[in-house]
């Protein structure tokens, strides 16, 4: 009380200009005086002003002393100054030195306080709406950024899809759009652009100077070439022209064509990059500038679930804030700790749902319903501990015995035996696959199981049976060296891969296997050896491929994306099946060829389902439905195909053989023989012929095309890669999977498989175990080298649970026995 104060409107800031329009327009609205670049000046004074600098300029609106009654006069002299300032108000504090007229008033320093109805930057004047969730949602036009819609990413022209082999020179085509052209234009401009800059066609592309690989990528910039050429009669002709470069000409064929051919052809040399607008961040920028704790929201969803716990530990909040704060603050603690100990907590927040891997994101549900704290609920999980290391599966045991002591029922369809050992009851189906299944073997507690004579699980969890630990370890006969790899989480590390061997990448969930493998490694070899179109992960080099001839990634992607698709057309077999109907008597007399047995041609299909075998019904809003076809009743061919049998079988009937059956049925016929045999030995005797590619399951499809390539003839030197092949087997089944992969590698090949499974570990030649952790704290090579060696390395998770199963630093040659010990003993 007593403080002197004046109410100023600025309504210059910052801004060039004489203003003597202004100050006569303040003149006539009764305003007496002004303050101009800081110097309080009265209206009645001719003020003039240097327009070549800038000014700040508001009007004194009042000047008060404060007192209680002064309340009615503030408000309206506010009102008046946010009038003229447009939502700008400022009070200064005159200058005192306290006391006078026998009143305390305390010392001021002509502090000046900026005030704004609006949110909006005081320097610069930039303004923003209120702050609403919506603003910080990427789904929402009111927060995402305008240039990308919220994608943070937009598909470009990428040089290095352009030349992916730096190594070739331009003779051999190392400019890919134009080696695989048939114009002559290409090879003429070609030609013209070595003369210009005097440079050898059998230069190496990353040995020309930069100057000249800009001339090729972007053009020439309005400088025009000289061309000449001999036409179709052998006369030289020339002619000179511009050249806008291969980058900019694809981007106009891009957005000019109409064509989704010619799209889809130009994107083969396009590559998702960052949207310059937002880096990335999705959001507009004044959702970007909002920051708590001095980080922006795209910060933060930039950090894994476990750094953000940690983050959000430590964020210092004022004692008001964290009252405001606290509900909220709460609630985010609790899901990301969810997350954390369904082992997802090396994923960062921002993660896009379409990179998760099928287990990733089915232990993401389950966090969401730990998090909803539902009672009464009857919860199935279908193998939840896929792509998870024996460290964390105890976290997510311990999860899924939280929400059964909830009061909830959990029930798990489950190979894994760390979650049959922790389970209260176990129903055990079998005693085979397919037809020989369906049938309750065994049920439960797990003693009780394994007392089941029978019982293959069983036999398995009492260590009667076991996968054994081979006798002795093949040694490398090569290695593939990978250079700097720096993709994701990987820290710029070196890594020797074992050629001629199985070798086993193995880690903690989010510690970088599949970006190793998958994203460098495959992509790099596959454009060297296949001239593929692939951008690899960031890396420095790969060498020692002339070691090998060719990659393939045995992948758990569909064989197929319609019915149409089956076992038997994707190995090949449906081919010399159709061939064997062509040539009974029936076909030759009636003079039918391999073609008239096809599902896909018109000829011997079903026209009604055109050899769907079904109707498909479009139920709009709701997923289509497929009844089976009322004229061929699902058999997919007509009535006169039918009548042409084999061994009193038609070709429908065929379709509909499991492969064991098959394999019996075609026995004395080798080309057939072959194909159905690869199948049984991966352990798909079940699995009917003509079962549609779109009901079969990852692991199903993974290895139909692992007997796909097992059924080839053997050529050595190639290298296998596989993402956790034992996704859905029993124990019985890896063994059978270990088997075949065991027979790729004596053929001469290189096996390398991701996994996270114990008995494939243990069985491998090499291990190259990453982590030690998941996420940032990961990506770097924890040991390379045997089971046994890891088993002895500390700090390798790993090898904390092989030390259990075999025996560290053990001789190669000594072979362990005795039952399975629990994982339990491990951890």
Known sequence: EGTRFMVLAPVVRGRKGEYGKLFEELRSDGYTRVKVDGELRRLEEDIALDKKFKHDIAVVVDRLMMRPDIRKRLADSIETAVGIAEGMVEIELVPSEGGGS??????????????????????????????????????????????CTGLGSQMEIDPDLIVPDPSLSLGEGAILPWATSASNYYDQMTQAIADRYEIDMDTPWYDLPEDVQDCFLYGTNGDRLYISYRNRFGRRRSYTTTFEGIVPNLERRYRETDSDYSREKIEEYMSVRPCPECDGARLRPESLAVRVGGRGVHEVTRMSAHRAIEWFERLELTETERQIARLVLREIDERLRFLDNVGVGYLSLERAAGTLSGGEAQRIRLATQIGSSLVGVLYILDEPSIGLHQRDNARLIATLARLRDLGNTVIVVE???????????????????????????????PEDVMRVPGSLTGEFLAGERQIEVPARRRRPAGHIEIEGAAQHNLQRIDVKVPLGVFCCVTGVSGSGK??????????????????????????????????????????????????????????GLFDHIRELFSRTQEARARGYKPGRFSFNVKGGRCEVCRGDGQIKIEMHFLPDVYVPCEQCHGKRYNRETLEVRFKGKTIADVLEMPVEEALEFFTHIPKIRRRLQALNDVGLGYMRLGQPATTLSGGEAQRVKLATELSKVATGKTLYILDEP??????????????????????????????????????????????????????????????????????????????????????????????????????
Request: hydrophobic fraction near 35%; proline fraction near 7%.
């Open 726 to 827: 034992t996704t859905g087997l029993h124990f019985a089944d890896v063994q059978r999977l270990l088997d075949v992969l065991g027979r790729l590698v004596d053929n001469g090949n290189t096996v390398i498989v991701i996994e996270h499974n114990l008995d494939v570990i243990k069985t491998a030649d090499r291990l190259i175990d990453l982590g030690p952790e998941g996420g940032e704290e990961g990506g770097r090579v924890v040991v390379y080298g045997t089971p046994e060696q890891v088993a002895a390395t500390t700090g390798s998770h790993t090898g904390r649970f092989l030390a259990g199963i075999v025996e560290p630093a053990a001789a190669p040659g000594r072979r362990r026995r005795g039952p399975r010990k629990k994982l339990a003993a491990a951890a």
């Open 514 to 571: 599949s970006t190793l493998v998958n994203e460098v490694l495959y992509k790099a070899v596959a454009n060297r050896l296949h001239r593929a179109k692939m951008r690899p992960g960031a890396h420095r080099r790969v060498t020692g491929l002339e070691q090998i001839d060719k990659i393939i990634n045995i992948d758990q992607s569909p064989i197929g994306r319609t019915p149409r698709s089956n076992p038997a057309t994707y190995t």
């Open 102 to 147: 026998g009143t305390e008033v305390p010392p001021t320093s002509g502090e000046v306080r900026t005030y704004s109805e609006r949110f909006a930057c005081l320097h610069c004047g930039t303004s923003m709406p209120e702050l609403e969730p919506r603003m910080f949602s990427f789904n929402s036009p009111h927060g995402a950024c305008p240039r």
């Open 415 to 445: 190979h894994d035996e760390g979650t049959m050992r922790a389970a209260d009851h176990i129903v055990d189906l079998g005693p085979g696959a397919g037809e020989h299944g369906g049938r309750i073997v065994a049920e439960g507690t």
